[in-house]
């Protein structure tokens, strides 16, 4: 299934935040289960480095929330992952 990969967090600055709620992140889920709500995460492997922002100092990585979304006539899982 496909997600979305929101990155937040209090080091980011206004417009780093403004870039990643405006640049999800799409990648496409394997499992047939999400992640729980304070579950760590691992952006880098499951993301990958190469679509990670420029400006992210490898911070540990954690479910803030999950959020559902209609696009396109689908139900897309958001998961909002805070940055440590």
Same mark, same amino acid.
């Given at each position: 299934?496909?997600?979305?990969? !929101?990155?937040?967090? +209090?080091?980011?600055?206004?417009?780093?935040?403004?870039?990643?709620? +405006? #640049?999800? =992140? !799409?990648?496409?889920? +394997?499992?047939?289960?999400?992640? /729980?709500?304070? @579950?760590? *995460?691992?952006? /880098?492997?499951? %993301? &990958?480095? @190469?679509?990670?922002? +420029? *400006? @992210?100092? #490898?911070?540990?990585? *954690?479910?803030?929330? =999950? !959020?559902?979304?209609?696009? #396109?006539?689908? %139900? =897309?899982? =958001?998961?909002?992952?805070? &940055?440590?």
């Amino acid at each position: 299934m496909k997600i979305l990969i !929101e990155l937040e967090s +209090d080091c980011y600055t206004d417009k780093q935040r403004k870039y990643c709620s +405006d #640049n999800k =992140i !799409e990648i496409e889920w +394997d499992l047939p289960f999400l992640p /729980n709500r304070g @579950d760590s *995460f691992d952006c /880098n492997s499951i %993301i &990958g480095k @190469d679509k990670m922002p +420029d *400006f @992210d100092k #490898n911070l540990y990585w *954690f479910i803030n929330s =999950i !959020e559902f979304e209609r696009i #396109n006539g689908e %139900i =897309i899982p =958001i998961l909002c992952i805070g &940055g440590e």
